[in-house]
């Protein structure tokens, strides 16, 4: 799986956090719109706060169910108050999101860090393989007219993610 391009992450240090954080707070809702059970499963584990830390993005993201709210912050280690986070490149979090990956076998072979309660962090997991999750079909609803554009460019972005076609981006 390829990494997330420097070249895109870079001037992400220059966008003014709250810009960022408004973006990803818009697909946040859409995601709990489209699966508005997410995080039912979650069950004794809803209330804790999970970070899902990029490793080729400067920022990190911490996700709490029981609002449910994310918030991202400028990556400077781990978010202090967090009960469980995962580490590892951006595109693998996000196909491990859609569960297109096996977080197993990551985890097994380093490409995944997972730190803190690990009971909580599998309750998390569980959740999400159960919905079915499709970034380019859910989020490129917000495209209204343009949706279906967006959603194709959205599966080939995914398709080169997940293929490893790095050369491609540059």
């Known amino acids: ?16 956090l709250a810009a960022i954080e408004r973006a990803v ?38 996700v709490e169910p029981a609002r ?8 400077s280690g781990s978010p202090a108050g967090v009960d469980a986070s995962v580490e590892g490149p951006l595109f693998t979090l996000l196909a ?10 990551l985890f097994f072979s380093r490409d995944l860090s997972v730190t803190g ?7 998390m997991r569980n959740a999400l393989d159960d ?4 970034l380019p079909r859910d989020l490129s609803t917000l495209a209204g007219p343009l949706a279906p554009l967006f959603g ?8 080169r993610a997940l293929s490893g076609e790095a050369s491609t981006w540059n």
């Open 25 to 62: 707070t818009l697909l946040f809702q859409r995601m709990m719109k489209e699966h508005p059970g997410l995080f039912d499963r979650l069950g004794e584990h809803k209330e804790k706060r999970f970070a899902f830390l990029p490793v080729d993005v400067p920022l990190c993201f911490v």
């Open 152 to 159: 194709r460019i959205g599966e080939g972005i995914r398709r």
């Open 131 to 134: 919905c079915d999750i499709d």
């Open 68 to 75: 449910p709210a994310i918030r991202v912050m400028r990556r």
């Open 117 to 123: 309660d690990m009971e909580a962090m599998l309750a």
């Open 1 to 16: 799986m390829m990494q997330f391009p420097q070249t895109l992450a870079a001037p992400l240090n220059l966008v003014p």
């Open 96 to 105: 491990l999101l859609e569960g297109r990956c096996d977080a197993d076998a």
